[in-house]
């Protein structure tokens, strides 16, 4: 495609993407689909493009006002993900000018805002979290996330999957906290390989991983994923039974677990039923009460530590629905909760970097539940066999009692899970 052709379009996608009517990767998918004569290579300078931008949607609000053109434009320039160039050869001599000077600011002569690029009501929880560690999270959150993969233990090995993918072209590393993962270079398109077809791999963070590993759940046993959502835990958690007992995959979308239908084929397991509730006291919720040996709840949450691959989140989520969230989580996880027999395991996580939706929620679980017992979740990695795990943990006087997970330190998304056994 042109340059000038190729800016066009992003800045046609930046618009759309910026009203925030809609998640950004669906936004993206909506392009496509409707541009189809668009390359592997145009996709890729899109997607990033757009992605650029709103990583650091505050800094180019800020330097757009100086240039010329339509906003959109301007975004789209300063986003551009490809040679400076190629970008070059579709700008006008002004445009140009603009771009070098925008180009040549030191960073260190930024305001903060402009340097972290996220909400105010975002900021001061962090730095209240992390004080001198704000920095770092900020720079990954800025960067993309990397292509995790996991092995499906139930039909491959993972040394065995790794040297297949490299005689494919595919350069892969062990992760190395979860026993499952392989951490892919690049970003190949996985669905044209032969692991993937027959179900060897599916695509999955770490930290993902790592939940499905606290269930812990064995063979024989009956097992429930409260939110399964598109299925990546409930099929690992399959595998780990070694597709024997009974796993339900439950969840308020149909469309989510319509998601879940060709990845359960590829995995050949036999032992997961999914099925469509309408809340969290649904009558099928009802008559498993008090049956179940484990529940996972990777509950609904503000997505905030996924902001590496989904940074429109941070725009379109604020304090007000963290709150409402919070309620929403407290509610699920006291629902789940009724499924456990006695000598069950709850394990209730999110995907969030807050304490409201994470060790606030598990804390006010704890006292409102005398009948379940925390867990201390690096004892149960430490079981596990999972390397350093006390690195992974906070919480408790020993630092121990949760999961909690950092895009800088541990190179997945930001991951929370806490762990009771009922008495």
């Known amino acids: 495609m042109h340059p000038k052709a190729l800016l066009d379009a992003c800045a046609e996608l930046v618009k759309l993407t910026l009203k925030f009517d809609h998640p950004a990767d669906a936004v993206v998918s909506r392009y496509f689909r409707e541009h189809r ?13 757009v992605y650029t931008v709103l990583r650091r949607k505050l800094l180019f609000d800020h330097l757009s006002p100086s240039g010329s053109g339509p906003k959109e434009r301007r975004m789209a320039i300063l986003g551009f993900h490809g040679p400076r160039d190629f970008l070059k050869s579709a700008l006008t001599e002004q445009e140009k000018n603009w771009l070098d000077q925008c180009d040549s600011i030191d960073p260190a002569d930024l305001l903060e805002r402009h340097r972290h690029n996220l909400p105010e009501w975002l900021v001061q929880p962090l ?21 995790d993969l996991r092995v499906n233990t139930l039909t491959d090995k993972r040394a065995d999957v790794q040297q297949e993918l490299k005689l494919a072209g595919i350069a892969a590393t062990p992760t190395p906290y979860s026993p499952w993962g392989l951490r892919a270079e690049g970003k190949p398109a996985l669905t044209k390989y032969d692991a993937f077809a027959r179900g060897a791999v599916e695509v999955q963070d770490e930290g993902s991983q790592l939940l499905a590993l606290l269930l812990d759940a064995k063979r024989g046993e009956m097992v429930v994923d409260f939110c399964a959502g598109a299925g990546g835990k409930t099929l690992a958690i399959g595998a780990s039974m070694r597709n024997t007992g009974r796993l339900y995959a439950f969840d308020t979308s149909a469309h989510r677990l319509d998601a879940l239908k060709p990845r359960l084929a590829r995995s050949k397991l036999s032992n997961v039923h999914p099925a469509v509730i309408a809340h969290e006291r649904d009558e099928r919720i009802k008559r498993l009460a008090g049956k179940i040996d484990r529940v996972i709840v990777d509950a609904p949450c503000s997505g905030l530590g996924t902001l590496r691959r989904n940074p429109d989140l941070k725009w379109r989520q604020s304090l007000q629905s963290v709150q409402e969230m919070a309620a929403k ?39 409102a539940h005398s009948d379940f017992s925390p867990l201390a979740v690096a004892e149960l990695l430490e079981y596990l066999k999972v390397e350093n795990a006390a690195s992974l943990c906070s919480g408790g006087a020993a630092g121990r009692d949760f999961l909690r997970l950092w895009p800088h330190r541990h190179h997945t998304d930001g991951f929370f899970a806490a762990v009771w056994q009922r008495m």
């Open 329 to 367: 989580q407290a509610a699920i996880l006291q629902s789940a909760a009724r499924l456990l027999k006695p000598g069950g395991r709850l394990v209730y996580a999110t995907c969030s970097l807050l304490p409201e939706e994470n060790e606030q929620v598990a804390q006010a679980f704890s006292q």
């Open 37 to 49: 004569t668009l390359g592997p290579r145009e996709r890729a300078t899109l997607a990033e493009t």
């Open 127 to 147: 730095k209240a979290q992390l004080g001198a560690d704000f920095w770092p999270l900020v720079e990954s959150l800025n960067q993309g996330a990397p292509l």
